[in-house]
């Protein structure tokens, strides 16, 4: 058997598939038929071919010989991926619609596929979710012979909540107290991806507070972004 080098060839010597042969006056020239190879010669699972040897004796005697030779090509394919890519979400959802380039891959028997783990196509551009997505890209050539490379496409989001406010009447106690909480100064709030907690500056009253307090509610997300109204 041979084997492809990275630039898919192979060779093999006369010497080499006919060393064996003897004469009783002595071998005085082995020639091959054919010692160079390349992609077209092998296959995923190649089949062995015929080589004729010429052997010729110092007599000048000539007899021949073949041999089967098997060129195998176990050289993977040389992938490069894309940068990482860092994008904020789009202002109307909590993902991102990405474009994704495509990696280089090279091999001296040709690639003939080139898939990735996100979408399993050749194409890795789409909508991705807020996060880090690991995208494995697969670089396949003729004979099977596969490498992979690995980068992400990190979705962040950047985008403050929507905070909404109303204004409340709120009663003294006969101790001339009164309190409240941020959900009923809240009047639907809302965030691209999801809401986290809801704070005021201020939550309890008295008679110091009439006939009118101005608070501050702090609207948090998820992503640690945040807004206020009063």
Do not use: E, H, K
């Amino acid at each position: 058997a041979r084997y492809l080098d990275v630039m898919g060839n192979a060779s093999v010597t006369a010497l080499y598939v006919a060393g064996g042969s003897t004469d009783a006056c002595g071998i005085a020239t082995n020639v091959a038929a054919d010692t160079t190879y390349d992609c077209a010669n092998t296959a995923p699972v190649p089949a062995p071919f015929p080589i004729m040897v010429t052997v010729t004796d110092v007599n000048g005697n000539v007899s021949t010989c073949t041999s089967n030779i098997t060129v195998w090509d176990t050289v993977r394919p040389v992938i490069t991926c894309p940068a990482n890519i860092c994008q904020n979400t789009d202002t109307s959802g909590c993902d991102a619609f990405v474009t994704v380039p495509t990696p280089t891959a090279i091999d001296a028997c040709n690639v003939v596929a080139l898939t990735n783990s996100f979408n399993g196509t050749g194409n890795a551009t789409g909508t991705y979710p807020l996060g880090v997505t690991n995208v494995i890209w697969t670089a396949t050539d003729a004979n099977q012979n596969t490498r992979a490379c690995t980068m992400t496409v990190t979705v962040i989001d950047s985008v403050p909540p929507t905070p909404v406010c109303r204004d409340i009447t709120v009663w003294l106690d006969a101790n001339g107290m009164a309190s409240t909480v941020a959900d009923s100064i809240d009047n639907g709030s809302s965030d691209n991806c999801a809401l986290g907690a809801l704070t005021l500056n201020d939550t309890t009253f008295d008679c110091g507070d009439i006939p009118s307090a101005t608070v501050i509610l702090t609207v948090n997300d998820t992503s640690g972004n945040s807004d206020t109204c009063s």
